[in-house]
T-cell receptor, first 114, second 113 residues
Framework: KAGVTQTPRYLIKTRGQQVTLSCSPISGHRSVSWYQQTPGQGLQFLFEYFSETQRNKGNFPGRFSGRQFSNSRSEMNVSTLELGDSALYLC?????????????FGPGTRLTVT | AQTVTQSQPEMSVQEAETVTLSCTYD???????LFWYKQPPSRQMILVIR??????QNATENRFSVNFQKAAKSFSLKISDSQLGDAAMYFCAYTGANSKLTFGKGITLSVRP
């Protein structure tokens, strides 16, 4: 069974631009969570989607948004990029929020904002 | 809100020796899970071991075992017979009713040959 995939793996953007990251969960998994990892703040929860609905949202500005499609694939979007948005963005999938104890992570997307 | 604390930023262990990584957490929930994740230089997050709060028995996975002290809110990871491939960043994490993972700051483990 294929694991969680994230595209693109690396991305370089300029301040003020916007970016869209994609996450395809493990087949059969319907819950997708996103995390931001930076050297200063560590790993922080961004949001969780289940059945195309956002269940949880972390403490991030409105520039960060996401969505989930009917096939459970998820995208996150960051508008008006700032230098501080440079980070590794990880997504994780599980069967459902009730199976959060068994989340599998993708390889991450490394975003660099210049 | 739940918090996870890893107070040691880095540790070093001799190959074949045993090392213990510390973690404390704070929560008011009674039903939750605790985890140790490994993140090698590839940045892939790999689940090392998981502990259910209502299980008194400490979890074990081959060379990895935990010491779960629920009353003290302590959750340490013991790595026995350390190998060069164990060198990585290790994160302690928590999940409860809201299903999100809360991570500690992580600890960098180096293994000396």
């Amino acid at each position: 069974k294929a694991g969680v995939t994230q595209t693109p793996r690396y991305l370089i953007k300029t301040r003020g631009q916007q970016v869209t990251l994609s996450c395809s969960p493990i087949s059969g998994h319907r819950s997708v969570s996103w995390y931001q990892q930076t050297p200063g703040q560590g790993l922080q929860f961004l949001f969780e989607y289940f059945s195309e609905t956002q269940r949880n949202k972390g403490n991030f500005p409105g520039r960060f948004s996401g969505r989930q499609f009917s096939n459970s694939r998820s995208e996150m979007n960051v508008s008006t990029l700032e230098l501080g948005d440079s980070a590794l963005y990880l997504c994780a999938s599980s069967f459902s929020p009730h199976n959060a104890y068994e989340q599998y992570f993708g390889p991450g997307t490394r975003l660099t904002v210049t | 809100a739940q918090t996870v604390t890893q107070s040691q930023p880095e540790m070093s262990v001799q190959e074949a020796e045993t090392v213990t990584l510390s973690c404390t957490y704070d929560t008011s929930e009674s039903d939750y899970y605790l985890f140790w994740y490994k993140q090698p230089p590839s940045r892939q997050m790999i689940l090392v071991i998981r502990q259910e709060a209502y299980k008194q028995q400490n979890a074990t996975e081959n060379r990895f075992s935990v010491n779960f002290q629920k009353a003290a809110k302590s959750f340490s990871l013991k790595i026995s017979d350390s190998q060069l491939g164990d060198a990585a960043m290790y994160f302690c994490a928590y999940t409860g009713a809201n299903s999100k993972l809360t991570f500690g700051k992580g600890i960098t483990l180096s293994v000396r040959p």
